[in-house]
């Protein structure tokens, strides 16, 4: 996670501790946080103390450990009945999971990660770390890479820079997204949970603007020769939505 400039407000430094606790994905010491956000424990403390103060952050009365207070709740609620990217997917991701049979997601670039932000999950058994909410490095697996293809080039080198260490694993990389961008979806097996495909397509904008991606996840042992179909049944349907945006 980037830290905010040297010159940066100190609501840029509250809201850097509560995006480290938000991103932690567990509940986690101030120690650990003022280590994430390299800044001096006694500052760390005066804004977990705002942050809880307005139910952003809440601390454990036995542990002392903080995670997201019930303002987040707040927040999410507000998030998916007002999100045009949301409600201008959520019909074409439930026909593209019934179609299909597989579950689906929305996801967006957030930083140095790729999010969750909904999911559209199939009746049929599952087992994918990607849950709503939920972010992985932008540099592995199908999702990643449909958005990465698409960044900007220059933010896209920094993100390969920082994510993949090989040099040769950095040069393949760039082949791949060349290949995306051509063919407006990427595929990956095993990169992100053992067994398991995705396929993913971006959304773009009318204005030319990388909006997010949709991702379709599936058991590879349930795939049964059909990889080609479902992919370009879901860059058919990431092109429905793009209609929209």
Not at 109 to 126: I, K
Not at 158 to 175: K, P, S, W
Request: hydrophobic share 45%.
């Amino acid at each position: 996670m980037k830290p905010p400039a040297q010159h940066s407000s100190v609501v840029s430094r509250v809201l850097h501790v509560l995006t480290c606790v938000a991103r932690a994905g567990r509940p986690i010491g101030a120690k650990q946080i003022a280590a994430g956000v390299d800044a001096p424990l006694s500052t760390v403390y005066r804004h977990l103390a705002a942050l809880k103060e307005w139910g952003l952050l809440q601390e454990h009365a036995q542990s002392g450990l903080f995670e997201p207070g019930p303002t987040g709740v707040q927040l999410a609620w507000g998030f998916d009945q007002n999100s045009l990217l949301i409600n201008h997917s959520r019909e074409a991701l439930a026909e593209l999971m019934h179609r299909t049979g597989e579950s689906v997601g929305l996801m967006v670039p957030l930083d140095d990660q790729v999010v969750c932000l909904s999911m559209v999950e199939t009746e049929q058994p599952l087992r994918c770390s990607f849950t709503r909410g939920r972010g992985h490095p932008l540099t592995r697996g199908a999702s990643a890479k449909a958005l990465l293809a698409f960044l900007p080039a220059g933010r896209a080198e920094a993100l390969i820079a920082a994510q993949v260490g090989d040099a040769a694993t950095a040069e393949a990389l760039r082949t791949q997204l060349v290949d995306i961008r051509e063919k407006r979806y990427a595929i990956s097996a095993n990169e992100v949970d053992d067994g398991i495909w995705g396929v993913s397509a971006p959304l773009i904008s009318d204005a030319g603007r990388l909006e997010g991606t949709i991702t379709l996840m599936a058991p590879l042992g349930r795939l049964a020769g059909r990889e080609l179909e479902i992919a370009r049944l879901t860059r058919a349907t990431a092109d429905r939505i793009s209609v929209r945006l």
